[in-house]
């Protein structure tokens, strides 16, 4: 069966030479709450989705 990867794995790719507090900055959330999402204790919500889309320059859907 397929297991995929947990979305903080995908964004700490593309956070790569990003310091967590930096990017927690950027997004105007805390660093434990994007440590959190990156070490894959917390899903990404609505809310998350859209300031990842803004910052990264992407759509939330992804």
Do not use: C, F
């Amino acid at each position: 069966m397929y297991n995929p990867a947990h979305p903080g794995e995908v964004l700490q790719e593309w956070l790569e030479g990003v310091s967590v507090t930096e990017a927690a900055r950027k997004l105007g959330v805390t660093r434990a709450a994007l440590s959190r999402i990156l070490h894959g204790h917390a899903g990404i919500s609505a809310d998350m989705a859209l300031r990842l889309a803004e910052v990264l320059g992407t759509s939330p859907e992804l």
